[in-house]
């Protein structure tokens, strides 16, 4: 079988993409590592509409719900991760073949972890993974006392020492919750103050009494037996080396865009993501469009990656009917 379209991925962009394709009758197969994206690692979510404030997971759910109700218009496989994607067709530039046998469509195959898959056009979809620190211990202690998602793993660390590196958003984001389990969190800022976070964020992170905010200082390595056990840091100003006890490390240094599998295939900007036309999300690939925070968008917002989906969606639908 050949579908008409197949998105890769299950987060905000991906699920909207489906709901409004679904609604087209494109023919679909959603693609997702894991259904929900990002919301699902959220907290607290105050700035989506229609919602005040509503946990991640939750909104993660009722996207989830919303899309398996068009379960009769569109195919959904969760837990299955795209690792290559390439072209069985390059559409025709310019006019059709001389003999008429074939219009002049492109036809790509879309490889998982379980199965392999043809279509027309792809929707990709794919979000951003957490960066890593690349210093000593981060892997060897890796989901051994090194994490990188707060909302997953802060339950784990009730009443212990936690350091957690970086001081954007995400990080005093991550923070804040362990205030709520931790006995003792201590933050790493590598510049000498609070730069990229926002003013509320830096307001409660500063009078939450158990957080102790190091700024000025590079973790350099993290140590342990078989559990983390110490962090060490250089002061950027004086270059003295230091070591603090602690029993997890939360990395929260940002993201970089999940598209291994499409690394030969689109155009990417100088940070990795995939460049899409604004009017369009068509990618620099006739039949591949893009959406969400993997895209060149400067703004990774839930509300924003939800939109583009939609607009990637009715653009696959103009793209087919065009064929
Ligand atoms: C801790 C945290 C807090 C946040 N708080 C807010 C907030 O309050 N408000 C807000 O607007 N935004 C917030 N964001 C950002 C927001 O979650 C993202 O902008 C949004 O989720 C992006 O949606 P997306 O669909 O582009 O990508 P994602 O949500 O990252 O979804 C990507 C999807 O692709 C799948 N995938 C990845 N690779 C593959 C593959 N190879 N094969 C198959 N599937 C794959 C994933 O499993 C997932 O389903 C927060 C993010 C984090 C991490």
């Not at 023919?27 to 907290?43: F, I, R």
């Not at 195959?109 to 000593?136: C, F, H």
């Not at 200082?217 to 003295?240: D, P, Y």
Request: hydrophobic share 40%.
């Amino acid at each position: 079988m050949i579908y008409d379209l197949i998105i890769v991925g299950g987060g905000p962009a991906g699920i909207t993409a489906g709901i409004y394709a679904a609604r087209k009758k494109i023919k679909t197969l959603l693609l997702a590592k894991q259904l929900g994206g990002q919301p699902t690692e959220a907290w607290q979510i105050e700035n989506y509409p229609g919602f005040e404030s509503i946990l991640g997971v939750d909104l993660a759910k009722k996207f989830v719900d919303h899309l398996n109700k068009f379960k009769n218009d569109i195919e959904i496989k969760g837990g299955e991760t795209v690792c290559a994607v390439q072209p069985l067709r390059e559409p025709f530039s310019e006019s059709p073949p001389e003999n008429g046998s074939r219009s002049n469509d492109a036809l790509f195959e879309v490889a998982t972890d379980k199965n392999k898959y043809q279509t027309r056009s792809i929707i990709i979809a794919s979000g951003v993974l957490p960066r890593k620190l690349g210093i000593p211990g981060e892997e060897e202690f890796k989901n051994r006392g090194v994490v990188y998602c707060a909302t997953c793993d802060a339950p784990l660390f009730k009443n212990k020492i936690v350091s957690v590196v970086g001081a954007g958003n995400s990080g005093l984001d991550a923070a804040l919750q362990l205030t709520k389990y931790a006995s003792k969190i201590y933050l790493f800022n590598k510049y000498p103050a609070f730069d990229k976070a926002d003013k509320e964020y830096i307001n409660e992170v500063e009078a939450a009494s158990t957080v102790t905010i190091f700024n000025g200082a590079l973790v350099k390595e993290i140590r342990g037996e078989k559990f983390v056990r110490s962090l060490v840091w250089e002061n950027t100003e004086t270059h003295e080396i230091q070591e603090v006890e602690t029993d997890g490390v939360f990395v929260e240094i940002g993201s970089r865009p999940s598209l291994q599998f499409a690394r030969d295939l689109v155009e990417f900007n100088e940070r990795g993501e995939i460049i899409v036309d604004s009017q369009s999300n068509m990618t620099t690939v006739p039949g591949i469009f893009s959406a969400g925070d993997v895209t060149n968008n400067l703004h990774k917002q839930i509300v924003i990656a939800a939109g583009e989906g939609a607009k990637a969606a009715l653009s696959v639908y103009e793209y087919l009917r065009s064929k």
